[in-house]
């Protein structure tokens, strides 16, 4: 089945700086890659997805991109604020109608 | 639109007793989804449910279990409760199982 993997566990930045959270998946059928934001004791909910006949997406101060050779892709926010401040998931779905697997998520930490 | 609605919100049971949680999706979606969150293994995927039918397992044991109704509302059992099936245990969502999976605000299982 699917593995996918996420780096880092933690990511500590200054508000306006950018990060940077990369995943790596295991499935070269995989088609989908969405991304879900997690405030503590809320919701896992989903910020932005991208799929395989694509290399990158942007919504405002976020970015996906799609490395299909190297099966990894990877969530960018610019310009930091401390609402940024969650869990960030990634998920890789192969073709047909399988389920989407998750990494372990990447802890983001903004400070003022 | 409503949300995804999962009940109860908390959950307090004892080791070897069993238990029920519901989902509610959102309106015309037919896919139902499980997952277990646990601090150290991120989101697991226990089961999904497409037009009353299992479509996809995970590898969870067999006290776990599912079902789906004509209505598209889900429900999971976990039967014989041990210690390690506290968790945070959440649905989602989505119109076939593709794409746009939205989650619910989950079920907190605390066993004791």
């Known amino acids: 089945g699917e593995n996918v993997e996420q780096h880092p566990s933690t990511l500590s930045v200054q508000e306006g700086d950018s990060a940077v959270i990369k995943c790596t998946y295991s499935?070269?059928?995989?088609?989908?890659f969405p991304w879900y934001k997690q405030e503590l004791g809320k919701r896992p909910q989903l910020i932005i997805d991208?799929?395989?006949?694509?290399g990158e997406k942007k919504d405002q101060r976020i970015a996906v991109t799609l490395n299909k050779t190297a099966k990894h892709f990877s969530l960018h926010i610019t310009e930091t604020q401390p609402e940024d401040s969650a869990v960030y998931f990634c998920?890789?779905?192969?073709?047909?109608?399988?389920?989407?697997?998750f990494g372990k998520g990447t802890m983001l930490l903004v400070s003022p | 639109k409503a949300g995804v609605t999962q009940t109860p919100r908390y959950l307090i049971k004892t080791r070897g007793q069993q238990v029920t949680l519901s989902c509610s999706p959102i309106?015309?979606?037919?896919?139902v989804s499980w997952y277990q969150q646990t601090p150290g293994q991120g989101l697991q995927f226990l089961f999904e449910?497409?037009?009353?039918?299992?479509?996809n397992k995970g590898n969870f044991p067999g006290r776990f279990s599912g079902r789906q109704f004509s209505n598209s509302r889900s429900e999971m059992n976990v039967s014989t409760l041990e210690l390690g099936d506290s968790a945070l245990y959440l649905c989602?969502?989505?119109?076939?199982?593709?794409?746009?999976?939205?989650f619910g605000s989950g079920t907190r299982l605390t066993v004791v």
């Open positions: 989602a969502s989505s119109l076939m199982g593709d794409y746009g999976y939205t």
């Open positions: 499935d070269s059928a995989s088609n989908y």
């Open positions: 991208i799929r395989s006949n694509v």
């Open positions: 998920a890789a779905r192969n073709s047909g109608y399988s389920t989407l697997t």
């Open positions: 309106s015309g979606h037919r896919s």
């Open positions: 449910y497409f037009s009353e039918t299992q479509r």
